[in-house]
Each structure stands twice: as C-alpha cells, then as structure tokens.
C-alpha cells in the first residue's frame, strides 16, 4: 500500500474534475449496483501510464457533450478493498491498473485494460471513450 500523502495529489487529478472517490466495498456496491444510466469507474494508480495516458485521457474524454451522468474513481495500492469489489463487477476481464469502465444501468458495456492505456497516448484513450459515450451515453 501506497501512503496517503504520496497518492493525494495523484487522487486529485481526477476529483478536482468531479470525479467521486470510492474507498470501500460498501461505496463500490452502492453506486454500481444502483447505478441507473451511465456510470464511469477509473482505477487510477502511481504508474507512469496513468499520468501520462490515463488520468489526461480520461479528463479530455469527458470534455464533450455526451458523458457518463456519474464519474467515479477508485485507487489500486491504497483502497484495497473498494478496487477488489470493483474489480468484481469488471468479470470477465482480469485485474488491471489502470482501467476504466463504463456501466449503462449496472451493465458493464465498455472496458479499457491497461494495455490499451499504455500504449496508447491520453487523445487515443480520449478518442476511445468518447466512441463508448456516443454509443452509451
């Protein structure tokens, strides 16, 4: 596990943009399991590719018209137990972090696995989310 203080400003990026932070099981299963419309969920972590690739792609994805009506965030390394029930809802894809998925009404219809999100750059995973909102969204 990461210290708090490190990942705070790395938790930041994403909910000084109005991301909501999930730290629990109990809050991971209270938004995706009552989630009615879209829902967003990124696992955000300390890798390079999450501040390079993630965290901006995932902010200018979200600079449209059509987005997800709720954007929410967990932390691999620092909130164990909301990532793994997170990670619950993301069957059948395995652990990755980063990720993001995309729910419509508790349905999980868009995933982004972290080796979509390493190779690409943040205009690619922007570009790739926003296909997903104009379809979902």
Same mark, same amino acid.
């Given at each position: #596990?990461?210290?708090?203080?490190? %990942?705070?400003?790395?938790?930041?990026?994403?909910?000084? %943009?109005?991301? &909501?932070?999930?730290?629990?099981?109990?809050?991971? +299963?209270? !938004?995706?399991?009552?989630?009615?419309?879209?829902?967003?969920?990124?696992?955000?972590? !300390?890798?390079?590719?999450?501040?390079?690739?993630? $965290?901006? @792609?995932?902010?200018?994805?979200?600079?449209? +018209?059509?987005?997800?009506?709720?954007?929410?965030?967990?932390?691999?390394?620092?909130? @164990? &137990?909301? !990532? =793994?029930?997170? $990670?619950?809802?993301?069957?059948?894809?395995?652990?990755?972090?980063?990720? !993001?998925?995309?729910?419509? +009404? @508790?349905?999980? %219809?868009?995933?982004?696995? $972290?080796?979509?999100? &390493?190779?690409?750059?943040?205009? #690619?995973? =922007?570009?790739?989310?926003?296909?997903?909102?104009?379809?979902?969204?």
């Amino acid at each position: #596990m990461y210290p708090e203080h490190l %990942v705070a400003p790395m938790k930041a990026d994403l909910t000084s %943009v109005g991301f &909501e932070q999930l730290i629990s099981a109990q809050e991971v +299963d209270n !938004v995706i399991a009552n989630s009615k419309g879209t829902l967003l969920v990124v696992v955000n972590s !300390v890798c390079g590719c999450a501040a390079g690739n993630l $965290r901006p @792609g995932v902010k200018l994805s979200i600079q449209s +018209d059509k987005k997800p009506a709720q954007l929410t965030t967990v932390f691999a390394g620092v909130d @164990g &137990e909301a !990532v =793994a029930q997170a $990670r619950k809802y993301f069957l059948p894809y395995p652990p990755s972090s980063p990720s !993001v998925a995309l729910f419509k +009404d @508790g349905e999980l %219809v868009h995933f982004l696995e $972290r080796h979509h999100i &390493e190779g690409g750059t943040a205009a #690619m995973i =922007a570009e790739n989310l926003q296909e997903a909102y104009n379809e979902f969204c």
